[in-house]
């Protein structure tokens, strides 16, 4: 079993910054597909960054540029930078940890998940 500990969520204004942590139990964590998730209310699940175990990444067209995505092996930890901040980024934030396979963009293949973290941006 591997456990997701999503933290640094919070109410920010327009324009701030935040870094959310994803804290992942599992010995074999630098070999984990690692990616950050958001929903906000009355919408469907979105992707937006991935990290792949050799540190590629992937980015939602919504965040490039303002958001960056990272991990530190040797505490099993995933970040998320979050610069530049608009209200439309306004969600609860989900850390996901593939096992086996190739980092994706869609929810589906992964198999672990976080309880979310809150990140709201006022105007």
């Known amino acids: 079993q591997v456990q997701l500990v999503e933290s640094g969520g919070g109410l920010v204004q327009a324009g701030g910054s935040l870094r959310l942590s994803c804290a992942a139990s599992?010995?074999?964590?630098?070999?984990?597909?690692m990616a950050w998730f958001r929903q906000a209310p009355g919408k469907e699940r979105e992707f937006v960054a991935l990290i792949h175990w050799n540190d590629d990444t992937t980015y939602a067209d919504p965040v490039k540029g303002r958001f960056t995505i990272s991990r530190y092996n040797a505490e099993n930890t995933v970040y998320l930078q979050m610069n530049s901040l608009k209200p439309e980024d306004t969600a609860v934030y989900y850390c996901a940890a593939r096992v086996i396979g190739l980092a994706t963009t869609t929810p589906d293949p992964y198999d672990y998940w976080g309880q979310g973290t809150q990140v709201t941006v006022s105007s």
């Open positions: 599992g010995r074999t964590f630098s070999r984990f597909a």
